[in-house]
């Protein structure tokens, strides 16, 4: 059974950075495609960054480009998703994923870790 569980959302301030943490288990977290999506107020869910296996290529949503990095360590079978210079249109619900799916299905992906940012 694919689990994986997010955490270190909290509040920042416009400008501030935060740093989500992704545990996964039940499946070869190291063979497997990787992504982050998000949820805003009101809004669908939108695709931030993926991170392929092997290599480890990324990409993201031109919104995360230059702020966002996404990384994986596959030892501790944990993927991150490091935000700087947050914006206050960062704020969402943040969900990692496994595979690139877009949406994620409901099975993939986690409940999600609250990012609010706010002055």
């Known amino acids: 059974e694919v689990q994986v569980v997010e955490s270190g959302g909290g509040l920042a301030q416009p400008g501030g950075s935060l740093r989500l943490s992704c545990a996964a288990s039940?499946?070869?977290?190291?063979?497997?495609?990787m992504t982050w999506v998000r949820q805003a107020p009101g809004k669908g869910l939108e695709w931030v960054a993926r991170?392929?296996?092997?290599?480890?290529?990324?990409s993201y949503a031109d919104f995360a480009k230059g702020r966002f990095t996404i990384s994986r360590d596959n030892a501790k079978n944990t993927l991150f998703l490091q935000m700087d210079s947050l914006r206050i249109e960062d704020t969402a619900v943040y969900y990692c994923a496994k595979g690139s799916d877009v949406p994620p299905r409901d099975d993939a992906r986690g409940q999600g870790t609250q990012v609010t940012v706010s002055l």
């Open positions: 991170i392929s296996s092997g290599r480890g290529v990324t």
């Open positions: 039940g499946f070869t977290f190291s063979s497997a495609t």
